[in-house]
């Protein structure tokens, strides 16, 4: 899939030294409720998690490549993983490519991809409270608040929006 500035490929084992660099930054992780990667070990296993998922429920985040300069920008995408309280949109920029506009360029196209490849009648976001650059793309791309819950021990915000009318 493609946008106008991102390729939207799956993940691949071959994206792993991008994809360590990216989770190695507490900045990029300390948004994210999944849990903290803090080695190349737990950066392998989160990488398997998304191309495994892929697997299972034949949907899965997305490596986001810059198409003019062909570099890792993060990840995207649709998740539903087991325990997970509906059908998720997730996005997770290198720094470095924060403040570009990528991270809602990326969740409008897996929002449509949801809604019509996967057929949803509702997609959600699940963000930790202190992840305000989240919360604005949630935004950005028609997600509301719709209320809190808990998430791997963390109070998140659910934030979401039904299937277009």
Do not use: M, Q, Y
């Given at each position: 899939m493609e946008t106008?500035?991102?390729?939207?490929?799956?993940?691949?084992?071959?994206?792993f030294d991008d994809y360590a660099a990216m989770m190695s930054d507490p900045d990029v992780t300390s948004g994210l409720a999944d849990g903290a990667i803090t080695n190349e070990i737990d950066a392998w296993r989160s990488l398997a998690t998304f191309i495994g998922h892929r697997e299972i429920r034949g949907y899965s985040h997305w490596a986001?490549?810059?198409?003019?300069?062909?570099?890792?920008?993060?990840?995207?995408?649709?998740?539903?993983?087991?325990g997970f309280?509906?059908?998720?949109?997730?996005?997770?920029l290198s720094r470095h490519h924060w403040g570009k506009g990528y991270a809602s360029e990326a969740a409008r196209a897996a929002l449509n991809y949801c809604?019509?490849?996967?057929?949803?009648?509702?997609?959600?976001?699940?963000?930790?409270?202190?992840?305000?650059?989240?919360?604005?793309?949630?935004?950005?791309?028609?997600h509301h608040h719709l209320h809190d819950t808990e998430y791997r021990g963390h109070t998140v915000h659910v934030y979401g929006q039904p299937r277009p009318t």
């Open positions: 106008e500035r991102l390729v939207l490929r799956p993940l691949t084992g071959d994206d986001l490549i810059e198409k003019t300069t062909g570099s890792f920008v993060g990840r995207a995408g649709p998740w539903r993983p087991h309280p509906g059908l998720g949109l997730g996005w997770c809604f019509t490849d996967l057929a949803a009648d509702e997609v959600i976001s699940l963000i930790l409270p202190r992840n305000t650059r989240s919360i604005a793309v949630a935004e950005r791309i028609g």
